[in-house]
């Protein structure tokens, strides 16, 4: 029987790799250029754009994991690029367009709070990635994520712009004082270890198909006639969630001990 050269072997699957496997770090890399693309439409004062281009790279950051579990293609190497991304398009990209649109002009602290937001980022994406190496989480924690994950505060953060492009007479979303506050809140909320609702492993029920399916297409016509009321609102609604979210995890906590006693 032939021998097989294991130095061949290992030139061979370091020279093809199976279109599953690239896929995912495509998506990925879509979400890396938009938010990327935002810092620019920041610096040329272009605010829609920016914003714009901000959710569009959370659109691709929450496909490129279900394309990577659809295809099983998930890699060490992709979960890192993804990590990267989202510090650039959700920690990095929000801050300079905020520090652009309001707190440049903010004498000596503009830069800090935005420096802030960034650091607050880097924080909770590292704590992410040794979370996954740790033992799993008990199970009343299965519907929750640990702090605010990292598109809504990119989200929350950019919410004073929304609300400005609908209601342009509410000066005071722009002031430096409501600004800083929501960076430093935003940034709090980050690396904290407050519980917030996650929809990975959220089931519906066959009766709540069908109004959801209305509920989709009535979003769906909000989008499209007014766009930035309707994001602005559901940041608003995410943002009144979290209390909720705190005392729904709570009471599944206690249910939970009691339950082991």
């Known amino acids: 029987m032939e021998k097989i050269n294991p130095m061949l072997m290992t030139k061979h699957k370091l020279t093809s790799l199976p279109f599953r496997k690239i896929a995912p770090n495509i998506v990925t890399m879509l979400a890396l250029c938009a938010g990327v693309t935002s810092i620019r439409y920041s610096i040329q004062e272009d605010w829609v754009k920016a914003v714009l ?16 579990r659809m295809l099983k293609g998930s890699t060490k190497f992709g979960a890192e690029l993804d990590s990267l991304s989202d510090f650039v398009s959700f920690g990095v990209a929000p801050a300079i367009l905020l520090y652009q649109w309001s707190l440049f002009d903010l004498p000596k602290f503009g ?118 009321l309707t994001l602005g609102i559901l940041t608003v609604i995410y943002a009144c969630s979290i209390p909720i979210g705190i005392f729904i995890f709570l009471q599944e906590k206690k249910e939970f001990e009691s339950k082991g006693r």
Not at 53 to 68: K, Q, S
Not at 165 to 174: G, N
Not at 190 to 218: D, E, G, H, N, Q
């Open 53 to 68: 281009c901000i959710f569009i790279a959370a659109f691709f950051d929450g496909l490129d994991g279900r394309v990577a």
């Open 111 to 228: 830069w800090f709070f935005c420096l802030l937001m960034s650091i607050g980022m880097a924080m909770r994406l590292a704590r992410f990635n040794t979370m996954l190496e740790e033992e799993p989480q008990p199970e009343y924690w299965s519907h929750f994520f640990v702090g605010v994950p990292a598109p809504a505060a990119a989200a929350l953060v950019m919410m004073p712009i929304m609300i400005s492009f609908e209601l342009p007479e509410l000066t005071f979303v722009r002031s430096h004082g409501f600004c800083a506050t929501v960076l430093c809140v935003v940034s709090f909320l980050m690396v904290s270890r407050i519980p917030t609702f996650s929809t990975k492993k959220l089931k519906v029920p066959t009766y709540m198909f069908m109004p959801m399916m209305l509920f989709v297409a009535l979003f769906a016509s909000f989008i499209i006639t007014q766009p930035w």
